[in-house]
């Protein structure tokens, strides 16, 4: 870590490509024996290189916008490995991925999905469709990334969507192939995913009956991983796969998964360094150059990261209590707070552990701090993915009216 440091200067984040490629294989193996595919959702990473590596290991992608549809191609995951999901798709968007290939549309509303059949009719075309149901299952995650209880915007009620699947069924344009279904991010249980499963197995059969061919079950992501070393670990790949055969593994469907933050998540890490040491009244502050616009998970859900020294300290070495912080002008850039830290000096560097999924993708420029560069490691090589802007870079994106 010091080499890149010392090559692209902090903070920046650092990825394990061979961290990426085993996790990606745990979920691949955890479906083997059923029809599936392992759709990497990339709104926790979507940097080009990550994409491209887990897509050459033959992972779909799920996007959730056009640009990270057009991002997914540029990467060069083909149309068909491609799920788009979320809740406001323009028809713009559709027509994007109609026109390049989609796997399938995940539909959250049936204004969607008469928006969708109108585009589809104007190209010609079928657009595949999974009508994304919400079960009313509490994730028991936290209120902000919880996505599958009724008063969540995401989903058509379970109790009503058999008359939404009639109506899809008559569009010309609409191809019904499956049912869609997420509960939330960061699950440390699998008794939710088993709850919002089986109420899935019942309505596939529920809809065979009225006539559908339901051939394919998206049932998301959300599994949960540890940010913090405690005897709490959440499930594991293989035992989220023994719920998915338990629950509908009898129905003959291929399975879609939408693993993202367990994939990335600890394959990445932040590093910065201490720029200073700060005595106040009752408290001690490590100041880092990192900041909140940099890692905004413990501002904007008081997540937390284990910070740890690069150089790991002798044995027995002296620790004191700090709230860590950045340098932006806002009490919420704080990044911990009395956290236990060996003793630091000026410039030492320490990595925030469990940052490869939702920290870049959510950075800002907040307070003109220029986007911190991206790394990839593989073996003892590693590589720039995205540099750091320079501030002309960053001030020539902005336009002076010629009136001013």
């Known amino acids: ?17 061979a961290t990426l490629t085993r996790h990606f294989r745990l ?11 392992v759709c990497f959702a990339m709104k926790s990473n979507s940097n080009l290189a990550v994409l491209k590596l887990l897509g050459d290991l033959g992972a779909g992608i799920d996007v959730v916008s056009g640009g990270e549809y057009r991002k997914a191609r540029a990467a060069g995951v ?30 959250e509303s049936e ?7 109108e585009v589809a009719l104007s190209l010609g075309l079928r657009a595949p469709i999974a009508l994304r149901v919400n079960p009313d299952v509490d994730a028991k995650t936290h209120a902000k990334i919880a996505t599958g209880k009724s008063e969540n915007k ?53 809809l065979r009956e009225d006539g559908h061919d339901i051939r394919r079950l998206d049932l998301g992501g959300g599994l ?20 998915i055969r338990r629950t509908v593994g009898h129905l003959g469907c291929e399975i879609e998964i939408e693993p993202g933050r367990l994939i990335s998540g600890n394959a990445g890490i932040l590093v910065s360094s201490l720029i200073y040491l700060k005595h106040g009244e009752g408290r001690d502050f490590l100041i880092l150059d990192a900041a909140m616009n940099d890692l905004v998970r413990p501002s904007m859900y008081d997540a937390h990261h284990d910070i740890v020294p690069v150089i790991e300290p002798a044995a027995g070495a002296e620790q004191s209590t700090y709230d860590i912080v950045g340098p932006v002008c806002e009490t919420g850039d704080t990044f911990a707070k009395g956290r236990a830290m060996p003793l630091l000096a000026e410039g030492d560097l320490v990595a925030f552990r469990s940052a490869g999924a939702y920290g870049a993708v959510m950075a800002s420029e907040y307070n003109s701090r220029p986007l911190v560069p991206e790394v990839m490691v593989s073996g003892d090589q590693f590589a720039v993915i995205r540099p750091r802007p320079t501030f002309d870079e960053m001030i020539n994106r902005d336009t002076i009216p010629v009136w001013l």
């Open 1 to 17: 870590m010091t080499d890149i440091a010392a090559a692209v200067g902090t903070p920046f984040y650092v990825y394990s490509a």
């Open 27 to 37: 979920f691949d193996e955890a479906l083997d024996g059923m029809p599936h595919l």
């Open 78 to 107: 083909p149309g068909e490995r491609i799920v788009f999901s979320g809740v406001g798709k323009t028809r713009e968007e559709m027509r994007l991925a109609l026109e390049g290939g989609i796997r399938q549309f995940n539909v």
């Open 111 to 117: 204004p969607e999905l008469d928006a969708l059949n």
């Open 154 to 206: 995401f989903g058509i009620p379970i109790a009503t969507c058999r008359e939404a699947y009639a109506r899809a069924a008559k569009m010309d344009g609409i191809d019904v192939v499956g049912i869609d279904v997420h509960i939330g991010s960061q699950l440390t249980q699998l008794e939710p995913f088993e709850q919002a499963f089986t109420k899935v197995a019942d309505l596939t059969e529920a």
């Open 224 to 243: 949960g991983i540890p940010y913090e070393r405690s005897n709490e670990m959440p499930p594991l790949p293989v035992e989220y796969g023994d719920v």
